[in-house]
């Protein structure tokens, strides 16, 4: 198009002037993407963190660092073949600040992969896979919750203290299973135990009768096993049907007890289990944090609202340390790095491959809770093998 008149040039020239003159508005609000389960069998699990990190929320008044947080959400699905696609749109089409998920690991690593390419902050509150703080770390990713190979390594130490010999292990076959087994393994043989056989079925069938029989013929002195939400319901009452409770000593990542003693009832009573959170913990942030969620949503809390509660702590930390100005990645980062968590679970600060260096506590399951046996081990870090971080 061509201009004609001078007027209408100088015009437009003064406009143009007065806009690139306009000083940088600051951001109003941050706005947090949650890419999470809301069906499927972590839905609940789903739910807990998106309580949790907004009841955070709601205690400071519904800002971080200042800046009101608005939210936005998807339903991944625990399905890692629609994980980029659903990542890609929180990106892209909703232009998130921060992205907040998942549950499920295969689906996390995807999101981890869509973070490091668009360089968007991402802070998972659950999935445990080990590559997200291992191979795969990244000055942009962080975790409020643990990796996979935390809860595995103390039960399997906890197996070895105890004196079992012989145990068999059974999971769903994806990275979270996996990588929970390698753990207990790695404890329960340093310890001398010795790991018969490796049993598992695709995520996340709950089809056990095939496996409980396997099990029962083998004989081992324990069973490991790596379950969660609704298939850890469906497996503790199986195990308890087919006569196996008062057989073989059933021990799991804490995640098979974990918001899920309302459903399994008497079947769980006595479990054994190793988790960074137990439902009598006696600091006054556990009292404060159980006492308001119990009020709010009208429900007891659980391992995934703690690390949804801390998600927004640490999301807070970094936005404090930069006045709100999400822009600045460096300080944000930085801010969320050093951070001394005041957690639910106890304090705990995040290594450098920004995993958390936490306590993990033994568990014994009674009545409709998961009671402090006391610390399995003290300050566990994650090994982050192949994470290149400095
Ligand atoms: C995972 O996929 O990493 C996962 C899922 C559910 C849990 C724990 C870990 O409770």
């Not at 040039?9 to 999470?36: D, H, N, S, Y």
């Not at 549950?103 to 869509?114: D, E, L, N, R, T």
């Not at 598992?200 to 099990?215: C, D, M, S």
């Not at 009020?295 to 659980?302: A, E, F, R, V």
């Amino acid at each position: 198009m061509k201009i004609a008149s001078p007027l209408a040039r100088t015009l437009i020239a003064t406009a143009v002037a007065g806009l690139c003159a306009l000083p940088a508005v600051a951001q109003e609000k941050i706005k947090v993407g949650f890419m999470l389960p809301y069906t499927g069998t972590f839905a609940a699990l789903g739910v807990a963190i998106e309580n949790g990190f907004k009841q955070y929320v709601d205690e400071q008044g519904g800002k971080l660092g200042g800046k009101a947080i608005e939210y936005v959400k998807v339903d991944d699905e625990s399905d890692p073949s629609k994980a980029a696609d659903n990542a890609n749109k929180l990106v892209k089409r909703d232009n998130v600040d921060v992205m907040v998920g998942t549950v499920h690991s295969g689906v996390a690593m995807a999101m981890a992969k869509v973070a490091k390419d668009n360089n968007t902050l991402l802070i998972v509150p659950n999935a445990g896979a080990d590559a997200i703080t291992g191979p795969f770390c990244a000055s942009n990713i962080f975790r409020s919750s643990f990796s996979n190979w935390q809860p595995g390594y103390a039960m399997g130490k906890v197996a070895a203290d105890r004196k079992i010999k012989t145990a068999v292990t059974l999971t769903w076959k994806y990275a979270a299973g996996d990588e929970s087994v390698k753990g207990f393994k790695e404890g329960f043989e340093a310890g001398g135990g010795k790991v018969l056989k490796e049993l598992n079925l695709p995520f996340p069938n709950v089809e056990f009768q095939a496996l409980l029989t396997e099990v029962a013929a083998l004989k081992p002195d324990a069973i490991y096993v790596f379950f969660a939400g609704g298939g850890a319901v469906k497996f503790v009452k199986d195990w308890a049907a087919a006569g196996l409770k008062d057989k073989i000593q059933l021990v799991g990542a804490g995640f098979l007890t974990d918001g899920t003693l309302e459903a399994q009832g008497a079947a769980a009573e006595g479990l054994l289990t190793t988790l960074h959170y137990a439902d009598d913990l006696t600091h006054a942030k556990d009292k404060a944090f159980r006492l308001q969620y119990a009020k709010t949503y009208k429900l007891q809390p659980d391992v995934y609202a703690v690390q949804g509660y801390d998600a927004a702590q640490m999301l807070g930390a970094g936005l404090a340390a930069v006045k709100g100005d999400v822009k600045n990645r460096d300080g944000l980062v930085k801010g969320i790095a050093a951070a001394k968590i005041d957690s639910p679970r106890g304090p705990f600060t995040l290594s450098k491959a920004h995993n958390p260096v936490q306590d993990i506590y033994l568990r014994k399951v009674v009545g409709k809770n998961n009671k402090n046996e006391g610390v399995a081990v003290k300050g566990l870090a994650d090994p982050a093998r192949g994470c290149k971080a400095s």
